[in-house]
T-cell receptor, first 113, second 112 residues
């Protein structure tokens, strides 16, 4: 399972685009990258996942370059309610019955008015 | 969107007492998990459960911990003799078989 490194904290303002980069230098061929969001006193919530190139959903975009040693979560036009901790995780792709996720400390994003 | 529900939201107990944390996973999910998070620290994996048996457990999940799926809908975590260091937020999660985990809102366990 890939060990991931991401900034401890970031600040932004309402309406701005926020990009959070995660490095995962030892990512394995079978690993894919998943991002979760966590508000205080709540369980993590799945945002997006990808294996390579770009993935977009209604919440965010995920960019993974060809070498897959990093990934960038992009949040368009953040609002105050996007203030949360964002986790980048590597876990095994498909198959099996093990979805153990290895969590870091995440990136604490503060969105200011 | 379907939800994982956990009860109680808060549990206060005395050291040495047994506690049971309850979870109702999403109905068609097959994979079940318990994680915990001590205040200000990382989310830690405890155990994964599939096909009515433990798939994997961490070193935290020692003999004081056990899991059960007693009736096909509930998924419980039991701590037989709680210690002060068991105080944490405990999260249940479930998955359908793809890689997306759905987490409950957690049970805050306080051991006095």
């Amino acid at each position: 399972l890939a060990k991931t490194t991401q900034p401890i904290s970031m600040d932004s303002y309402e309406g701005q685009e926020v990009n959070i980069t995660c490095s995962h230098n030892n990512i394995a061929t079978n690993d894919y990258i998943t991002w979760y969001q966590q508000f205080p006193s709540q369980g993590p919530r799945f945002i997006i996942q990808g294996y390579k190139t770009k993935v977009t959903n209604e919440v965010a975009s995920l960019f993974i370059p060809a070498d897959r040693k990093s990934s960038t979560l992009s949040l368009p036009r953040v609002s105050l309610s996007d203030t949360a901790v964002y986790y980048c995780l590597g876990n095994l792709r498909g198959g099996g019955n093990n979805r153990k996720l290895i969590w870091g400390l995440g990136t604490s994003l503060a969105v200011n008015p | 969107e379907p939800e994982v529900t956990q009860t109680p939201s808060h549990q206060v107990t005395q050291m040495g007492q047994e506690v049971i944390l309850r979870c109702v996973p999403i109905s068609n999910h097959l994979y079940f998990y318990w994680y915990r998070q001590i205040l200000g620290q990382k989310v830690e994996f405890l155990v994964s459960f599939y096909n009515n048996e433990i798939s994997e457990k961490s070193e935290i999940f020692d003999d004081q911990f056990s899991v059960e799926r007693p009736d096909g809908s509930n998924f419980t975590l039991k701590i037989r003799s709680t210690k002060l260091e068991d105080s944490a937020m405990y999260f249940c999660a479930s998955a359908a078989g793809n890689e997306k985990l759905f987490f409950g809102s957690g049970t805050q366990l306080s051991v006095l």
